[in-house]
């Protein structure tokens, strides 16, 4: 990166009468001197005004504490002629994708989104040397091990800290401080909309009015299917998995199931069983049974995830030196994500290495998830004809930990959380328990155990 330095700072003389001692003493901070960084931004939507605002808010901030300025030098948009605010007045801002690339600038931050034509353009940039920062979660998790090669070869750094949970530094924290650890585990709430979708159903809210609620507060998109499916989730799931491992974990590996299904009633049997419904996702990566799922799970209280509420995220990771390490934080939002995409301008600008890729591990066999379930099943008369129900339910080959009877309103209903089952097996007993004359519903969702739980067994 080029340097360009200031005139050497000179400290005014303080007026007559003032002292620079005493409670209320004058500190001079002089300009330090600083190195302009040169910018190219891919995409000027929602990320990339908010990096370029917080840009301009620490300007004077960030050349005084880090010694940079950055700069952006040129924009790549779709539409030039549609109006925005507080377009950066030197940059070139063009929709011509080879203009974009021939213009002069030291690091590229993507924030187009989307696999193309993110992907052909930051695969030219890293085989040209250039540098790299993206928040796009779905190039990441589609094109890793390629971007990564191409990085590799040509001494380019990339940097994707924003791409998860962007207001938690927890891509930085397994990139650098974790590197003698060997994380096993990884349980996290990686989707703000899908967060608050069912934190508002657990207040009552149908899904339809939770949705609503979360447009409005500016988190769902007008088609939120990439949230409620689960998709967004395995991707991110997909991206901390490969920085782990160092090796792509392709989304269609992951079991994945949407929080379309959860209703009110399900979120009200969690809190009776001391728990909450929560949008997990899942990754063991031990040697034993390796695998990764996504799904509305059944969270204890005591476990940490429980009290991530809201649009916030937590990732809480288990590993050989790292028993119980748990990270909170706004999952969503222009300022958390700017500020991520500017931490990783930073460290480039400041010479860290870490962004670079080690050798690739062996690829892990990812097998079908086996997890506890927390199932609740309404039969006509329940109570009336309780032990046959029971014994209609032990006959299935459901096999409880723990299992009781709820009162609600509309009648008791049998609920528990059972030995771990794959997920094919738990579908084909309910399917057959529906078909018995007595059950009229069954509803399963995947459970998870508090820390405390994991250590002792």
């Given amino acids: 990166m080029r340097n360009a330095m200031s005139s050497p700072a000179v400290v005014p003389p303080l007026p007559a009468g003032q002292s620079r001692g005493g409670p209320h003493r004058i500190v001079e901070e002089p300009a330090a001197s600083h190195r302009t960084i040169r910018v190219g931004l891919l995409g000027f939507g929602t990320v990339g005004r908010g990096l370029y605002a917080l840009l301009e808010r ?57 696999v193309e034509p993110a992907a052909r353009l930051v695969g030219t940039l890293l085989e040209r040397g250039v540098d790299v920062v993206t928040a796009n979660k779905a190039l990441l998790a589609d094109r890793w091990d390629a971007l990564h090669a191409l990085a590799a070869a040509s001494g380019a750094r990339l940097r994707w800290e924003a791409s998860v949970a962007a207001g938690i530094p927890v891509v930085g924290l ?68 490969a920085t782990i ?25 969690a809190a009776a069983f001391g728990g909450h419904l929560k949008p997990i996702a899942f990754a063991d990566l031990g040697d034993a049974r390796p695998g990764a799922w996504i799904a509305p799970a059944f969270v204890p209280d005591r476990h940490p995830l429980a009290r991530v509420e809201g649009t916030s995220n937590g990732v809480h990771l288990t590993g050989d030196t790292v028993s119980d390490l748990f990270l909170s934080g706004p999952g969503a939002g222009a300022d958390p994500t700017a500020a991520s995409l500017l931490d990783d301008l930073l460290a480039l600008a400041n010479g860290d290495r870490s962004a670079r890729t080690p050798a690739l591990d062996p690829p892990l066999r990812f097998q079908p998830p086996l997890t506890r379930w927390f199932v609740s099943v309404r039969a006509d008369a329940l109570e009336q004809h309780l032990e046959n129900v029971l014994e209609v339910v032990a006959g299935s080959g459901l096999l409880f930990r723990e299992l009781r009877v709820l009162r609600e309103p509309t009648g008791p209903v049998l609920a528990g959380i059972t030995v771990p089952i794959l997920r094919d097996q738990i579908e084909r007993i309910g399917a057959r328990l529906e078909a018995a004359t007595a059950v009229t519903e069954l509803r399963a969702w995947r459970a998870i155990d508090a820390p405390v739980e994991e250590a002792s067994r």
Avoid: C, Y
């Fill in 58 to 114: 620490r300007r004077d901030a960030t050349a005084r504490r880090h010694g940079v300025a950055f700069e952006i030098a040129a924009i790549l948009v779709r539409d030039v002629e549609r109006a925005r605010d507080a377009m950066p007045a030197t940059a070139l801002v063009t929709s011509d994708p080879e203009r974009f690339l021939a213009g002069r600038f030291d690091v590229v931050v993507e924030a187009i989104g989307g």
């Fill in 174 to 241: 397994l990139r650098r401080s974790l590197q003698s650890t060997q994380v096993s585990r990884v349980t996290a709430i990686l989707n703000a909309t899908s967060n608050l979708v069912l934190t508002k159903i657990a207040w009552g809210s149908s899904l339809e009015d939770a949705l609503l609620h979360a447009r409005r507060q500016g988190f769902a998109e007008a088609d939120p299917t990439l949230d409620v499916s689960g998709i967004d989730a395995a991707q991110k799931l997909a991206i901390l998995v």
């Fill in 245 to 269: 491992r160092s090796r792509a974990l392709a989304p269609s590996e992951i079991d994945v199931q949407g929080i379309e299904s959860v209703r009110p009633e399900d979120s009200v049997r």
